[in-house]
């Protein structure tokens, strides 16, 4: 048996349509949300999970209304090309609706961060601390510091031979000059190519992250005055696009299922996925080339991302005659003698022995089915828990704590995307190999090491930490790879023709659950303790994910079957054993 590619290339579309979106809104709407209306790691992580907590209703049900729709374009073409319309329509207004508080917040922040300049002084929009001087607010940020290293990283700094105030205060209030040490009291003159007087390196590592921060939180402490209105219409028009994107996503990738045989899933879904890197490609390469022009250019964005959807849903109602796909699948199950209705697979019992589903007892090879299935559910809740967490923030990590600029921190996010990539293909066969268990433990190892490795040598400003985290990151992206290419068939492994929408809801409400708190808990410990503790929090999830997988026994990929022998040549062979 063969995976029919041409016709899983076609049903790619609608998932490039859903990745086209999402690349694009979970990179581009935290800086929106950020520069727009200062909001907190906290604030800004509730916001960035209530699209999936309203996900965790909307998807099952659309999931179970598609699996009993019969229309004649089939079950789960009509959602999909509504759902896109609508989608695409509404999503220009999300940036339009903030565009006067972006503005403001623009301003504001180049007053605030201009702390170089001579004759600097600030007071707070609350009134709680003025500043006559660059001293002041220098020494403000370094007491900061020692509650949220967001401000003043003290730890960074000691490990770097500043272990002092008056070192610190030394670089703070001499930002065009570099200090070769502690001892150093003079310093020389920093500047570029031209010979220009330029920021050193030491004030980019050791300040200028504490001055962002800053000013995020005077551009909240503006918009919570000027711009409560503008926030309410953005939420309610980015609460529309949410409900019409949930409508369609069940069935864009319950249509994989509806039209593979279950033992060629995996490398089906490899196929989807590396479409879905497409969708992801295409919004990246707008975003990026839009931020490197302009970096609030964030109205272009969302037009040119709502215009590439429109053009893949083209795509996809001239390829895919979803009827005539189902036809072909059952075709295909009855030349090999399967269904997708069939559930059986081996039982494995605690001493590890295999016993066929025959010999089995059903109830318990139900109860351990559930159990199984729980499980998944469960591991994928936790891996969704620690790495989405990452991937919610990241924009904001590499814009305020790595102190690159938008557009290239959407280079080093694209470099991720597009090396892990390459591993779509090759990631599906290893399922056949090893199993789609073993392959998902392997991807959750390599996410940990990434983590860990961020964590330790990457969470720091600094060039050589662009780089590190650029390294390190594409380690968890080749482990995200190896995950969503194998969880998502051991979910409907467990399903029937009949209910693969539910049980792709059913995932959905597993992944979107976790989607919905972490970027706020995750945004809890960063206020705390500072950006670089996002990592040690996502590193325990998906070693929480892990100890879970272990204790799967279902679901898991099986031989590929041999073609079923016509009844001819059964009556041939068994004339010829005869004779």
Same mark, same amino acid.
């Given at each position: 048996?063969?995976?029919?590619?041409?016709?899983?290339?076609?049903?790619?579309? %609608?998932?490039?349509?859903?990745?086209?979106?999402?690349?694009?809104?979970?990179?581009?709407?935290?800086?929106?949300?950020?520069?727009?209306?200062?909001?907190?790691?906290?604030?800004?992580?509730?916001?960035?999970?209530?699209?999936?907590?309203?996900?965790?209703?909307?998807?099952?049900?659309?999931?179970?209304?598609?699996?009993?729709?019969?229309?004649?374009?089939?079950?789960?073409?009509?959602?999909?090309?509504?759902?896109?319309?609508?989608?695409?329509?509404?999503?220009?207004?999300?940036?339009?609706?903030?565009?006067?508080?972006?503005?403001?917040?623009?301003?504001?922040?180049?007053?605030?961060?201009?702390?170089?300049?001579?004759?600097?002084?600030?007071?707070?929009?609350?009134?709680?601390?003025?500043?006559?001087?660059?001293?002041?607010?220098? *020494?403000?940020?370094?007491?900061?510091?020692?509650?949220?290293?967001?401000?003043?990283?003290? @730890?960074?700094?000691?490990?770097?031979?500043?272990?002092?105030?008056?070192?610190?205060?030394?670089?703070?209030?001499?930002?065009?000059?570099?200090?070769?040490?502690?001892?150093?009291?003079?310093?020389?003159?920093?500047?570029?190519?031209?010979?220009?007087? %330029?920021?050193?390196?030491?004030?980019?590592?050791?300040?200028?992250?504490?001055?962002?921060?800053?000013?995020?939180? *005077?551009?909240?402490?503006?918009?919570?005055?000027?711009?409560?209105?503008?926030?309410?219409?953005?939420?309610?028009?980015?609460?529309?696009?949410?409900?019409?994107?949930?409508?369609?996503?069940?069935?864009?990738?319950?249509?994989?299922?509806?039209?593979?045989?279950?033992?060629?899933?995996?490398?089906?879904?490899?196929?989807?996925?590396?479409?879905?890197?497409?969708?992801?490609?295409?919004?990246?390469?707008?975003?990026?080339?839009?931020?490197?022009?302009?970096?609030?250019?964030?109205?272009?964005?969302?037009?040119?991302?709502?215009?590439?959807?429109?053009?893949?849903?083209?795509?996809?109602?001239?390829?895919?005659? *979803?009827?005539?796909?189902?036809?072909?699948?059952?075709?295909?199950?009855?030349?090999?003698?399967?269904?997708?209705?069939?559930?059986?697979?081996?039982?494995?019992? $605690?001493?590890?022995?295999?016993?066929?589903?025959?010999?089995?007892?059903?109830? *318990?090879?139900?109860?351990?089915?559930?159990?199984?299935?729980?499980?998944?559910?469960?591991?994928?809740?936790?891996?969704?828990?620690?790495?989405?967490?990452?991937?919610?923030?990241?924009?904001?990590?590499?814009?305020?704590?790595?102190?690159?600029?938008?557009?290239?921190?959407?280079?080093?996010?694209?470099?991720?995307?597009?090396?892990?990539?390459?591993?779509?293909?090759?990631?599906?066969?290893?399922?056949?190999?090893?199993?789609?268990?073993?392959?998902?433990?392997?991807?959750?190892?390599?996410?940990?090491?990434?983590?860990?490795?961020?964590?330790?040598?990457?969470?720091?400003?600094?060039?050589?930490?662009?780089?590190?985290?650029?390294?390190?990151?594409?380690? $968890?992206?080749?482990?995200?790879?190896?995950?969503?290419?194998?969880?998502?068939?051991?979910?409907?492994?467990?399903?029937?023709?009949?209910?693969?929408?539910?049980?792709?809801?059913?995932?959905?409400?597993?992944?979107?659950?976790?989607?919905?708190?972490?970027?706020?808990?995750?945004?809890?410990?960063?206020?705390?303790?500072?950006?670089?503790?996002?990592?040690?929090?996502?590193?325990?999830?998906?070693?929480?994910?892990?100890?879970?997988?272990?204790?799967?026994?279902?679901? @898991?990929?099986?031989?590929?079957?041999?073609?079923?022998?016509?009844?001819?040549? $059964?009556?041939?062979?068994?004339?010829?054993?005869?004779?």
């Amino acid at each position: 048996m063969k995976l029919n590619v041409k016709n899983t290339i076609k049903v790619g579309f %609608a998932f490039a349509i859903v990745m086209t979106f999402w690349g694009a809104y979970d990179f581009v709407i935290p800086l929106l949300l950020e520069n727009a209306f200062g909001l907190s790691h906290t604030m800004r992580g509730l916001i960035m999970g209530l699209d999936n907590l309203l996900s965790l209703f909307m998807l099952p049900l659309f999931g179970k209304l598609s699996d009993k729709t019969n229309t004649k374009w089939g079950r789960r073409t009509p959602y999909i090309f509504i759902g896109t319309i609508i989608s695409c329509v509404l999503m220009i207004f999300v940036p339009i609706s903030a565009n006067r508080a972006l503005k403001d917040g623009m301003a504001l922040r180049e007053q605030i961060t201009q702390t170089h300049v001579a004759g600097y002084s600030y007071k707070t929009l609350d009134g709680k601390h003025e500043f006559k001087n660059q001293t002041e607010i220098y *020494e403000f940020l370094y007491e900061k510091g020692k509650e949220n290293s967001d401000y003043a990283d003290h @730890d960074y700094m000691e490990k770097s031979g500043i272990k002092t105030k008056e070192h610190y205060l030394r670089i703070a209030t001499n930002p065009f000059t570099n200090f070769k040490d502690a001892e150093d009291l003079t310093g020389t003159p920093n500047v570029d190519k031209k010979g220009n007087p %330029a920021i050193s390196t030491n004030y980019k590592n050791f300040v200028q992250a504490g001055i962002n921060n800053f000013a995020s939180n *005077e551009v909240g402490v503006s918009a919570k005055t000027n711009h409560v209105a503008s926030l309410v219409i953005y939420m309610i028009i980015l609460f529309l696009v949410l409900v019409a994107m949930a409508t369609f996503r069940s069935p864009a990738v319950a249509l994989m299922p509806d039209v593979t045989p279950k033992p060629l899933r995996s490398q089906a879904n490899a196929i989807i996925n590396l479409a879905g890197g497409i969708g992801g490609a295409i919004s990246f390469l707008i975003y990026t080339i839009t931020l490197m022009i302009n970096p609030t250019g964030f109205i272009a964005i969302f037009v040119a991302v709502a215009c590439a959807m429109a053009l893949l849903l083209v795509g996809f109602m001239l390829l895919v005659n *979803e009827k005539k796909l189902l036809k072909e699948c059952e075709e295909v199950c009855a030349e090999y003698g399967i269904s997708n209705d069939d559930t059986d697979e081996e039982l494995v019992k $605690a001493d590890g022995t295999l016993v066929s589903e025959v010999a089995a007892d059903p109830a *318990e090879l139900k109860r351990a089915k559930m159990i199984s299935f729980f499980l998944i559910l469960a591991s994928i809740f936790m891996w969704f828990m620690g790495y989405n967490a990452v991937g919610s923030t990241l924009s904001i990590f590499l814009t305020k704590t790595l102190l690159v600029s938008p557009g290239w921190a959407s280079i080093v996010s694209g470099i991720s995307m597009g090396i892990s990539a390459i591993a779509f293909i090759p990631v599906g066969m290893l399922a056949v190999k090893i199993g789609r268990r073993k392959s998902i433990i392997l991807g959750f190892g390599l996410a940990v090491l990434s983590f860990l490795l961020i964590f330790l040598f990457a969470a720091m400003p600094g060039k050589a930490s662009v780089y590190l985290f650029t390294v390190f990151y594409l380690i $968890a992206g080749f482990g995200l790879i190896i995950a969503n290419v194998n969880t998502f068939p051991m979910v409907v492994e467990l399903s029937s023709a009949s209910d693969v929408g539910k049980y792709t809801g059913l995932y959905y409400t597993a992944t979107m659950s976790a989607q919905a708190i972490t970027p706020f808990i995750a945004g809890i410990f960063m206020d705390k303790y500072g950006s670089r503790y996002l990592f040690l929090y996502s590193l325990c999830c998906v070693i929480l994910a892990i100890v879970l997988m272990f204790f799967v026994k279902h679901g @898991d990929s099986k031989p590929l079957p041999k073609k079923k022998k016509s009844e001819e040549e $059964a009556v041939e062979k068994v004339e010829a054993e005869a004779i």
